[in-house]
């Protein structure tokens, strides 16, 4: 346990769904992170989130859409996936941008 | 780009075998870390290890920043040492946060 919580676990979805990734964190930390891993791939980091204010987005598609609410919370929002978005994603925080970051369990995600 | 590699890619271990695991990295590092990726996929924070050496119980990591590069040793090794050992650096400045990981090395240790 990590003290950074992802659910759902799991996610089987269509091309054409729209659903919604979620992070918490209790750990009283100011920053946040999506991170994708694929198959034989290593880890890419999608967003980057400071104080609740977007600092990084490298270069991913705009049907992935980050929303930050607050600092505890961080969510992935999904929608007209493609099958090469099927991947392990996870989620992180850290206390400030260049601290250690603890990584939640993660969503491994199928899109058919 | 920034460039990690990390060696071996696989290591195959008889249980209580030793093992040392290398990363080498291509720019200066203002931030490196350790982890362990079990089988189910959660990333555990072994090190935060920009620079010397520190250990907890079996384990143990060095980074050299000078020469950049970091060693992650595994002493006794047991099965549930088992899963993918990864290190990832952040350069600091504008880099906001952004761990580059490296492909990771695969351990598998038999009983």
């Known amino acids: 346990e990590t003290g950074v919580t992802q659910t759902p676990r799991h996610l089987v979805m269509g091309m054409t769904n729209k659903k919604s990734l979620k992070c918490e964190q209790h750990?009283?930390?100011?920053?946040m992170y999506w991170y994708k891993q694929s198959a034989k791939k290593p880890l890419e980091l999608m967003f980057v989130?400071?104080?609740?204010?977007?600092?990084e987005n490298n270069s991913v598609p705009s049907r992935f859409s980050p929303e930050c609410p607050n600092s505890s919370h961080l969510f992935l929002h999904l929608h007209t996936l493609q099958p090469e978005d099927s991947a392990l994603y996870l989620c992180?925080?850290?206390?400030?941008?260049?601290?250690?970051?603890?990584f939640g369990p993660g969503t491994r995600l199928l899109v058919l | 780009g920034i460039q990690v590699e990390q060696s071996p890619p696989d290591l195959i271990l008889q249980e209580g075998a030793n093992s040392t695991l290398r990363c080498n990295f291509s720019?200066?590092?203002?931030?490196l870390q350790w982890f362990h990726q079990n089988p189910w996929g959660q990333l555990i924070n072994l090190f935060y290890?920009?620079?010397g050496t520190k250990q907890n119980g079996r384990l143990s990591a060095t980074t050299v920043a000078t020469e950049r590069y970091s060693l992650l040793y595994i002493s006794s090794s047991q099965t549930t040492d088992s899963g993918v050992y990864f290190c990832?650096?952040?350069?600091?400045?504008?880099?906001?946060?952004?761990?580059?990981f490296g492909q990771g090395t695969i351990l598998t240790v038999h009983p």
């Open positions: 990832a650096r952040n350069a600091g400045g504008t880099s906001y946060g952004k761990l580059t």
């Open positions: 992180a925080s850290s206390l400030g941008i260049q601290e250690t970051q603890y």
């Open positions: 989130y400071s104080l609740e204010e977007r600092v």
């Open positions: 750990l009283g930390h100011n920053a």
């Open positions: 290890i920009p620079s």
């Open positions: 720019d200066s590092v203002n931030n």
